[in-house]
């Protein structure tokens, strides 16, 4: 056996190996500080930590070793011992950072222990320092890392697998779904779902056995409504490996389904816009066109992206057009103006262009949105419309257009000139206003309802001036409708017939002057008088007599009778083929009538058939003297005129 003192040396020389392994395995060095002399000696151990040769630190004072420590940290060492020798402590404990001879940081753990003299003065301190550089990064990383979680936009949870029940949650997550984190702590996770928990459960397991699930979810609000989230869960693993605990990462997906919700609203609106839309590039070159912009060009999307030029422009257009776009979008930041486009047939139309562009953060053109709108038809109606206007504007008629409550909303100039009325003591008056109330009064005036029913009235109207000069009117009034038949306004066209009618009048009074001219030449012809000597009178009558001429032979036969002073009228009717009871009884008054004056009727030139129709019908011929022929007639009254000249002589005589 060995000798004692053998034993003991190899047994310290074991405890020396082991202490060196163990301090090389936990990083730990050695110091001893003789405070009365303030020489620190070193372990070698701690000189390699510090990157030193070993014995380099060795008989260094305790100012020199302080220049080693990180200088936001040497203050606070030095209070440290300082207060520990003040106090008489037996320990102090202090954690600061080291260089290193390459300039990286290390931190210590420093433990102290301070041995007195006899009269309780500070003898010497003897000390171990451990690097836990490593675990203060660890710390400082899993600080970092709580950091993160804490300030995350996201929420952030984590609940054991074994209780199903949240243990963290940050700030984001429950103010997501309206708790408070001390609210939160405990609940069941399944509860934290709009969802069955069967199902939710099942998500779960399904999560723990692939480590991950990620998918769209509804979480339970607090106030009870489902709120819309996207769901990253992971499993975290023990030690062991196994499945320890769930962490959920919540998006709150709110805000982006209402941005995907506007964004379908407006790829809907674009893509059933009416107008057409193209967007290009800066270079004018289109990546997108809606289907309206391919009806209006004529050629489809696929192949308008295949040109490498600004599609359906003719040369002309872009040597006039571009320059003067690309002015207004760098300076107003937009441009409307019309355009000719060139349909894909070669046809044109007109369009109406507004271009506005999309910029970057700094304010560089990415790309350009155009509204494009065939206004074609629209120039055409303008066209239409400014010629209306202008004939309407420039007619020598008057005309006037009212809603259908007959309010005056416009007036041409030709109405002034009419009424004397300028357009405002006009406008916004009932139309009827101008109209005299002779029109209104004796219905003249168009119904409404008439003309809502037919569409139409034509009529004349009598218009009252301002100097109550009354104007007769030719009126054409009718019915405004709108696209689908519904009526919106009146509209009345007045045209001045008062001299029209003036000399209408002058010729209808001519045309009556020569009527009743022909009339007269037309009684002396059918009942022509003839004097046959003095005081006789003969009325040839030829052909048929009806009761106006039977009315004029009587004028005829009374007024010769006066005026001839006639004794003796000779009627010959040899040329009348019919006589009725009317022409008879006329006859028979007219000579009724002549013997009132003094007059002797002679008749002759009764033919067979109208004495028997004289006879049949029973007229009395009484005073009336018949002949058989006008010869006759004319023989007798010359014979009667004679003697009746003889008796006068002789009673002269």
């Not at 369009?351 to 155009?370: H, K, L």
Request: glycine letters at 6%; hydrophobic letters at 40%; charged letters at 20%.
């Amino acid at each position: 056996m060995l000798p004692d003192v053998e034993q003991l040396e190899q047994q310290l020389a074991l405890m020396q190996r082991q202490l060196q392994f163990v301090q090389e395995v936990a990083r730990i060095g050695f110091w001893t500080w003789e405070v009365t002399t303030d020489i620190i000696t070193w372990s070698p151990e701690l000189e390699i930590m510090l990157g030193l040769e070993p014995g380099h630190l060795s008989g260094k004072s305790f100012d020199q070793y302080t220049q080693l420590v990180h200088p936001d940290d040497r203050s606070g060492l030095e209070q440290a011992v300082q207060h520990a020798l003040s106090t008489a402590s037996r320990n102090y404990r202090t954690e600061h950072r080291m260089i290193r001879e390459d300039g990286t940081i290390m931190w210590f753990d420093v433990h102290g222990r301070i041995t007195y003299t006899a009269d309780n003065q500070p003898l010497r301190i003897i000390g171990m320092a451990q690097d836990v550089t490593g675990h203060r990064q660890r710390e400082e990383a899993l600080k970092k890392f709580f950091d993160i979680l804490e300030t995350a936009t996201e929420s952030v949870t984590t609940a054991p697998i074994a209780t199903g029940t949240i243990d963290y949650v940050n700030p984001i997550g429950a103010q997501l779904l309206g708790y408070s984190r001390e609210e939160m702590i405990g609940l069941k996770v399944v509860d934290l779902f709009a969802h069955e928990p069967a199902y939710v459960e099942a998500l779960m397991v399904q999560c723990i056995g692939q480590g991950i699930w990620k998918g769209e979810l509804d979480c339970r609000h607090k106030d009870g409504y489902a709120l819309p989230v996207h769901l990253s869960a992971h499993v975290l693993y023990s030690l062991n490996g196994q499945p320890e605990k769930l962490v959920g990462f919540v998006r709150d997906l709110t805000e982006q389904n209402q941005h995907e919700t506007e964004l379908r609203t407006f790829q809907t609106l674009v893509e059933n816009a009416p107008d057409g839309i193209v967007i290009s590039d800066a270079q004018g070159i289109a990546f997108y066109v809606n289907p309206a912009y391919e009806r209006l060009v004529g050629c489809s999307a696929a192949e308008i992206y295949q040109r490498d030029t600004i599609p359906f422009l003719p040369p002309e257009e872009v040597e006039r057009v571009i320059p003067v776009v690309t002015e207004a979008l760098l300076t107003r930041g937009t441009w409307r103006g019309t355009q000719t486009i060139l349909r894909a047939d070669g046809s044109r139309f007109i369009a109406e262009n507004t271009i506005f562009p999309i910029v970057d953060d700094q304010g560089q053109i990415q790309r350009v949105i155009s509204i494009v709108r065939d206004i074609t038809e629209q120039k055409q109606r303008e066209t239409q419309l400014r010629t209306f206007q202008t004939l309407v504007e420039n007619s020598p008629d008057a005309i006037v257009i009212s809603d259908l409550e007959n309010i005056v909303r416009y007036v041409n100039p030709a109405h002034r000139y009419l009424t004397g009325l300028d357009r405002s003591q006009v406008l916004h008056k009932n139309a009827l206003l101008f109209l005299t109330e002779e029109s209104i009064v004796n219905k003249q005036a168009p119904r409404r309802n008439d003309i809502l029913q037919h569409g139409l009235w034509r009529g004349e109207l009598i218009v009252q001036r301002i100097d109550r000069q009354q104007i007769v009117t030719q009126a054409t009034i009718f019915l405004i409708q709108d696209e689908q038949g519904n009526p919106i306004q009146f509209s009345t066209i007045l045209r001045d017939i008062s001299e029209q009618k003036r000399q209408e009048a002058e010729r209808a009074a001519l045309q009556q002057q020569v009527i009743d001219g022909q009339q007269a030449a037309i009684r002396e012809l059918s009942t022509p008088l003839l004097p046959i000597g003095d005081e006789i009178i003969a009325l040839p009558l030829v052909g048929t007599i009806d009761n106006i001429r039977a009315l004029q032979v009587m004028e005829s036969l009374l007024e010769g009778v006066a005026r001839h002073r006639a004794t003796i009228a000779i009627v010959d009717i040899t040329g009348v083929s019919l006589v009725d009871t009317y022409v008879a009884q006329a006859l028979v008054q007219a000579a009724q009538a002549v013997q009132l004056l003094g007059a002797q009727v002679v008749l002759t030139g009764i033919q067979p058939q109208i004495a028997q129709t004289l006879v049949h019908l029973g007229v009395n011929l009484q005073g009336i003297v018949t002949q058989s022929t006008l010869q006759a007639g004319i023989a007798y009254a010359l014979g009667r005129r004679e003697r009746y000249n003889y008796d006068r002589r002789r009673s002269t005589a």
